[in-house]
């Protein structure tokens, strides 16, 4: 029941009625590895996660872990791990029983339980709360209680739905670290569901972004945010600046360059697409770049240089996200830490090297 | 407690002051309740436990229990109301609480089901006991279709007795356990259960480890309150059962000796006895669920 996985295979399609909620979603994970279902809610990754655990009965599919079938068998005899949003402790047992509850199910040795048990309190640092009851627990160390009774059965796979929703911002960054070290020191295989990027981006060894039950893209971290597939990922990933553009020129001395009508881009990105072509052009608020500022009205610029008017700075502590009216180009989102105040003309520069060119397909998010 | 307040005071009785302006408001808060309670019930409560007393024979004595529990005919209302009350709560216990468990998370047609089970409430004893009478009866719907199935020859006596009151209370307190159940049932948390589930628990061993004690509180508390109005079976008993005979509940031995006998200290006795009756029940019921589940009353059912 427990034996190390080598790798998991599944494709799965799930119809409520008549609406599909995970569309053929195919997917093979590799023993040790860290993998996260990303996507805002309603995308179908808690249910893509409730189907390997068994909860959701598939529509169509199937799910191997080695040569083991598993979407054919109940819960419980799939020998997983799950950890809750909620902690889903048992409230009437105390958390020395709460964590012995799937050993004793297996009929192990009294003697054996209370070692494994003690071994898990002392993992999760909880050596002292033994007798307390869950709801005696801040929720820190619910979840901790809620990750030790999932880990103590050693499962072959460890499933997390959106584990660290509810704690508080400081106390979610450390959990983070707590989870990462248990899959690397316990050797799992995890599979983790999130809506936030960067839970996403600093535990996973790979990303599935879902949208609407569709996969929108499987690839590391840095290949989801350096290289979205599409708008959605990109719109996903932290880029907030999109134009609609028709390239001009491919692979000229500027690189690309893409255009309509007020606005000129040189972009130098991997992609090269057709002249002629229609295509989306986006930069992250931060990689747009404050040349200059003043209460006048600055001078035209070289490549990729606009000037406008700030309509709305928003402080965020060591940085402002500003709205930059262009004449032309439209709102521009900045990330600066200079100060600048509402009703200042500024100078933008949008980096060609960190522009990247998005195909305007039928799933252009705006 | 102005002057306490203006004195420097060490950090650790400053709140003890701030919780003591809280408790005041909070006592005004309940002034309207406690009156209420006061008014309509602790004190007709004390009058009528003093009345019980002072027996028609004048004097201070305890006189009529002593002739309550001594008179056979009286003794026996007490058990034909536990024999009415104790099967009626077994039976809608073990069919409510399978019902309410099996419906917990919902399913189709759920509101049709809870609108047809209100109506026996909501449109009170004497018409639902119009109702079965008719249904019931010798020459009811239920009888013909027995007797055109041939499944009996005879129809069954199913009114005016024991059986009729059981049916009539049965209709009433199902509904009302029922409902009670369900809303208590699905406010558990169904991740407590699938957690359960993915940990190796079959359904039945989360039916038995984690459902059961979870439920227990409630389950404790509707068994509590159905007996109580099972004990206190008075319009069925009247209307569907045989008043004279066995369905004399205590509730009737009561209503008798105060509005036909005019004897209203005995009538008080009795009312005492039965009030005494029920909570007896009820502290056994609640002990045997503190004996069964220790503990699980902790943190209610929400995770």
Known sequence: MTEPVRHIKMWVTKRFGHKTVLDNFNLEVQGNEFVTFLGPSGSGKSTALNCIAGLIPLTEGEIWVNERRLDTLPPERRGLGMVFQNYALFPHITVFKNIAFGLELRHVPDKEIRQRVAEMICLVQLDGFEDRYPSQLSGGQQQRVAIARALVVRPSLLLLDEPLSNLDAKLRVEMRGEIKRFHE??????????HDQSEALSLSDRIVLLNNGITQQVGSPKQLFNEPANLFVA?????KNFFPCRVSMADGAEGTVVERKGLRLAVQSHAKPSVGAEVTAAIRPDDVQLVAH???VVGDGPVNRYRGEVKLAEYLGKESDLQVDCEGVGKVTVRTPEEVSVGDWVELFLDPKRIILLESGPQAVR | MATAQAQPLPARSKPKSKERSYDLSVLALLLPATLVVVVLFVYPFVYGLMLSFMPQEGGISISNY???LQDPYQRESLFNTLRLAVPNTLVVLFTAVPAAYVMRRGMWGESLITTLLILPISLGAVLTSEGIIGYFGPGGWFNQILESLGIIKEPLRLTHNWTGVMIAMYFKQFAFCFLMLLGYVSGINPNIEYSARVLGASPLEVLRRVMLPLMAPGIAIATCLTFVTNFS????????GEPAGATRSIAIAAYQMAFEHYDFSMATSIAMIMGFAE????????GLRERLYKGSAISGAKG
């Open chain 1, 185 to 194: 020191e316990l050797g799992l295989t995890s599979v983790y569901v999130t």
């Open chain 2, 233 to 240: 079976v008075f319009p069925s008993a009247m209307l569907v």
């Open chain 1, 235 to 239: 719109d996903f990933m932290g880029f």
């Open chain 1, 294 to 296: 003043s209460e006048g």
């Open chain 2, 279 to 286: 909570l007896a029940v009820v502290v056994m019921i609640l």
């Open chain 2, 66 to 68: 002593v002739k309550f």
